[in-house]
C-alpha cells in the first residue's frame, strides 16, 4: 500500500507524528523549495547567470500559492525553461499536490490508505472523507479539460497576434494561470509588468480569460454538485446555492461599484461608456483572486484600491483554486448580521439554519485574515517609507493570494519580502489549515466555565 508520506519521502513512523494539516503545510514548503532551487539555475533565466535565491524563492513561493506577485517581469526575465517551471509550479498548486499525489497512486492500481485519504480531504477542502478518490479524478480531469478548452480558445486570438509556436504557449500559460487564479502572465513584451493592459481593448481574450477565472473559482464541488442536479438552483446544495449567489453578487455589485467610484474618476478617462464597464466587470473578476489587470492600478483613487481591497480580502469559494477568505465565510457573516439584527437565535441561509461553530470559524477566519493583512501592512509601511494604502493592498493581495500590485513589489527589501512569503503560503494552505498545523492542540475535558455577561456595543 502506497501512502502520500511516503511519495514526499518520509515512513509510517513519521506520518503517525505528523497531522494531515502539517503534511499538507510540509508538502508545500517541500514543492516551493524544489521550485526555488530549478529557477536558481542558469538556464532558468534570459541571461543564463541564473536568479539569486530569495529572488527565485518569492516567486516559486508567488506560482505554488497561485498569487501572481512578482519581482521579475516573467516573459522578459526568464526563459522558456524557466517559464515552464512556473507553468508547473501554479499547476501543481493550483490542483493541489495532493490531487497529483493521489491521482499517481490511481495510476499504479495500488490501493490507498486511511491516513492519504484523509490528507487528501484536508488539502482540497472535501465535505466528507467518502468518494474521495473518485472527486480526485474528477478535479483532475476537469481541470485538463478546461485548461484545454481555454487554450483552444485563447489560441484563435493569440496565434494571428503572436505567431503560430509562440501564440500557442502563450495560449497554455495563460490559460492555466487564469483557472488556477494565479496571475502570472507572459505580456511583458510590451513593456514591463504590464499584465493584461495591452490586452483592455480586445474584448475576446478578456471575455475568455474571465470565463476560466469565474469556473477556477467556483470550487470543483460546486461543479459537481451543478453538474449532478443538472443546474436546477432548487435542487443544489446549501453550499452551492451560497456559492452561487454570493459569487454572482460580488462580481457584478463588485464591477458596479468601481465603475461609479473609479472609472469615472480615472480610469475611464478617454474610454467609452462600454469599455469603462467593461474595465471594472473584469476587475471585479479579478480582483477577487485571479491577480490579472487591464488598467494600471498605480493610477487607481484611494477609494478604487480600497474596493478592491475588499474584493481581494472576500476571494473565492472553498475547494477551488481561489484564495481569500471565501464566499462561504463572507456569507455566513453578512447572514449573522442579518441574524442579530432580526433577533435569531442563530444564522440562516436559503431556509436552512446554520450550526453555531460555522458562525464562529468564519469570523476566526476574518479575524485573521484582518489582522495579518493589516499587521504586516503596518510594517511594510514603515520599513519601505510608502503610503500605507499601497503596503495594504500589498499584504491583502498576498495573504489572499490575488497578486495585484500597485507597483511596489519589485522594489520590496529583504523582510518586506520574507512577509508576503509567508503570508502567500498562509493564504494558500488555508487560515485554519495553517494554524491546526503550528499548534499543538491536545483535547481536553468537556467541562464548562461559569457563566457571566459582559455588555457589547
Given amino acids: 500500500m502506497i501512502t502520500i508520506p511516503d511519495i514526499l519521502g518520509f515512513g509510517k513512523k513519521t506520518l503517525s507524528r505528523l497531522s494531515p494539516m502539517k503534511i499538507i503545510l510540509l508538502g508545500f514548503v517541500v514543492l516551493i523549495l524544489i521550485g526555488t532551487l530549478l529557477l536558481c539555475l542558469p538556464i532558468s533565466s534570459r541571461s543564463g547567470k541564473g536568479a539569486p535565491f530569495m529572488q527565485s524563492c518569492f516567486t516559486a513561493t508567488s506560482a505554488v500559492c497561485v498569487t501572481g506577485l512578482i519581482k521579475f517581469d516573467t516573459h522578459n526575465y526568464w526563459s522558456l525553461f524557466g517559464q515552464g517551471v512556473i507553468l508547473g509550479l501554479i499547476q501543481i498548486g493550483g490542483m ?8 499517481a497512486i490511481s495510476v499504479t492500481k495500488k490501493k490507498i490508505g486511511l491516513a492519504s485519504r484523509e490528507i487528501m480531504q484536508n488539502s482540497i477542502a472535501a465535505p466528507q472523507l467518502g468518494g474521495i478518490v473518485r472527486m480526485t479524478r474528477f478535479v ?3 481541470t485538463l479539460i478546461v485548461e484545454l478548452l481555454g487554450t483552444i480558445l485563447l489560441a484563435f486570438d493569440f496565434c494571428p497576434r503572436f505567431g503560430f509556436f509562440k501564440g500557442l504557449w502563450f495560449s497554455l500559460f495563460h490559460s492555466v494561470s487564469a483557472f488556477c487564479n494565479a496571475g502570472f502572465d507572459l505580456m511583458g513584451g510590451g513593456g ?34 451543478l453538474i449532478d442536479c443538472r443546474f436546477r438552483f432548487s435542487r443544489f446544495r446549501l453550499q452551492t446555492k451560497v456559492v452561487v449567489a454570493s459569487s454572482l453578487s460580488l462580481i457584478f455589485g463588485g464591477a458596479l461599484v468601481l465603475y461609479l467610484v473609479e472609472m469615472k474618476a480615472s480610469g475611464g478617462r478617454g474610454n467609452s461608456v462600454f469599455a469603462q464597464a467593461g474595465g471594472a466587470l473584469f476587475q471585479s473578476i479579478s ?12 493610477q487607481m483613487t484611494h477609494s478604487g484600491l480600497f474596493i478592491m481591497i475588499l474584493l481581494m480580502v472576500i476571494g473565492g469559494s472553498p475547494g ?42 468564519a469570523m476566526c477566519v476574518f479575524v485573521l485574515y484582518i489582522l495579518l493583512g493589516a499587521g504586516v501592512a503596518v510594517v ?19 495573504v489572499a493570494t490575488v497578486g495585484l500590485t500597485t507597483g511596489i513589489t ?5 523582510v518586506s ?8 503560503l498562509f493564504g494558500r494552505v488555508g487560515s485554519l489549515t495553517m494554524l491546526f498545523a503550528i499548534s499543538s492542540y491536545k483535547s481536553r475535558p468537556q467541562s464548562q466555565k461559569p457563566l457571566e455577561k459582559i455588555q457589547i456595543g
Avoid: Q
Fill in 287 to 298: 480582483a477577487r483572486t485571479a491577480g490579472f489587470n487591464t488598467i494600471d492600478l498605480a
Fill in 417 to 424: 519580502s520574507v512577509l508576503l512569503i509567508l503570508l502567500m
Fill in 96 to 103: 493541489g499536490f495532493m490531487t497529483i499525489c493521489i491521482s
Fill in 192 to 225: 514591463d509588468f504590464s499584465s493584461l493592459t495591452h490586452l483592455a481593448a480586445d474584448v475576446y481574450a478578456c471575455i475568455v480569460i474571465s470565463v476560466l477565472i469565474v469556473v477556477g473559482g467556483l470550487g470543483f464541488f460546486v461543479w459537481r454538485d
Fill in 410 to 414: 519589485p522594489s520590496l527589501g529583504a
Fill in 320 to 361: 477551488s483554486t481561489a484564495g481569500g477568505m471565501k464566499t462561504t465565510t463572507f456569507a455566513v457573516l453578512i447572514s449573522s448580521v442579518i441574524s442579530t439584527f432580526k433577533r435569531r437565535k442563530s444564522a440562516e441561509m436559503f431556509g436552512r439554519r446554520l450550526d453555531e461553530s460555522t458562525t464562529r470559524l
Fill in 380 to 398: 511594510i509601511a514603515t520599513i519601505e517609507d510608502i503610503p500605507f494604502i499601497n503596503a495594504l493592498f500589498e499584504s491583502v493581495s498576498a
Fill in 140 to 142: 483532475l480531469l476537469g
